[in-house]
């Protein structure tokens, strides 16, 4: 058996859902990411990398055509997150990655490259219904998963929240679908939305603070 075949293969089946291994694999993978991006260590990018690759085969196996296409450009936005984050370890407060809210113009290019790109993707994928047998979950859950990201790359709290609204299509389409051990980390992911949202802002307060603290004593 070939390793992409291995990899679609069933590892287990629990509560008449079918666990495959390169569904179960890839998503521990994806986890581990962002419990590191939590902590702000540049091997949140790796690790995502490397989820990548594995879901393109789980992906695959499920016939979403999205959702291969997003594992495609999650590999390369994981490489340029990568190279983002390794360059920008020296303007952290301490040590590690400095965060904080995104400006007024920022959000703005978030929320319409998240439309736009939504709207662009969904009439690819209804336009063509070989790709996705849903087409606009499977968009949204695309654009979204870039556009989170691309917030974290720069640093942005934003991106805990962009995560957020990804998780609440991302549920219920991978169990409709059959990946169900996707599921399962979805909702997992929730947990770790919300604790790293809350960490991530008391952080760029905190960074906020430091030069206004240094401004004073000048």
Known sequence: MSGLGWL???AFT???Q?????DMLGNILGLTALALGWRRSVLTWPAQLLSGVILVGAYASAQLG????KQLLVIAV??????Q??????????GSIAVRFADARERAWLIAGAVLGTAAVGSLFTAFPSLSWSPWADAYIFVGTLVAMVAQARGLVEFWFAWLLVDLVGVPLAFSSGLAFSGLVYVIYFALVVWGAYDWWQRSRTGAAAPAAEGAAA
Do not use: M, P, Y
Request: aromatic share 16%.
């Open 8 to 10: 679609n293969g069933e």
């Open 14 to 16: 629990a509560f008449g």
């Open 18 to 22: 079918h666990i495959l291994w390169s």
């Open 66 to 69: 999205g959702g291969v296409g």
């Open 78 to 83: 994981a490489a340029w997150g990568w190279r």
């Open 85 to 94: 984050w390794t360059r920008g370890r020296r303007r952290a407060q301490d």
